[in-house]
T-cell receptor, first 114, second 110 residues
């Protein structure tokens, strides 16, 4: 089946710094990828839709200047958390649809902001 | 508004007992419904989708448009079924984005 990877798997940073998370589709192309945020034993909250070659579409309440998304190629989307603060600590998950059907999820990135 | 509701945060059963994880949705149209499962320390993965009408790992789910429900059922739970289960909805013409329910933790005790 299709595989989606994320890097890094976990990151610890100081408050005020920026952190970049990569999402890659390893054996298929994805013109669209999705970024979610998940709190422990809670639901996945859709943050934004990443579109290859165009601007990302953000969900209501998500700050686009805070969470920068770049979909530079058909296999790579990046999420940059700018000027991170402790409240940004969370589990970030990306997904990509395969043949516009099933979505395949990455393993997630755990961000801890000190 | 599009919404997926899973009323149970935790469902605890004994091995061999029947299981039903509830899911209700709100969507003005014909949605696609999915069940995703997340085992401990693993990524989210698709369990089943309503249009396939299939049984995976003994689980089935029937879309009831009248009751706007998509409950997940298994007649005899196994310990390895213990996981987080998420019901999700995909609306038409929305680029494939999924709206997830709150999730239900299933705990199957020996």
């Amino acid at each position: 089946g299709a595989v989606v990877s994320q890097h890094p798997s976990r990151v610890i940073c100081k408050s005020g710094t920026s952190v970049k998370i990569e999402c890659r589709s390893l054996d298929f192309q994805a013109t669209t990828m999705f970024w979610y945020r998940q709190f422990p034993k809670q639901s996945l909250m859709l943050m934004a839709t990443s579109n290859e070659g165009s601007k990302a579409t953000y969900e209501q309440g998500v700050e686009k200047d805070k969470f920068l998304i770049n979909h530079a190629s058909l296999t790579l989307s990046t999420l940059t958390v700018t000027s991170a603060h402790p409240e940004d600590s969370s589990f970030y998950i990306c997904s990509a649809p395969y043949f516009q059907e099933t979505q395949y999820f990455g393993p997630g990135t755990r961000l801890l902001v000190l | 508004a599009q919404r997926v509701t899973q009323p149970e945060k935790l469902l605890s059963v004994f091995k061999g007992a029947p299981v039903e994880l509830k899911c209700n949705y709100s969507y003005s149209g014909s949605p696609e419904l999915f069940w995703y499962v997340q085992y401990s320390r693993q990524r989210l993965q698709l369990l089943l989708r309503h249009i396939s009408r299939e049984s995976i790992k003994g689980f089935t789910a029937d879309l009831n448009k009248g009751e706007t429900s998509f409950h997940l059922k298994k007649p005899f739970a196994q310990e390895e079924d213990s996981a987080m289960y998420y019901c999700a909805l995909k609306g038409l013409g929305q680029g494939g984005k999924l709206i997830f329910g709150q999730g239900t933790e299933l705990s199957v005790k020996p």
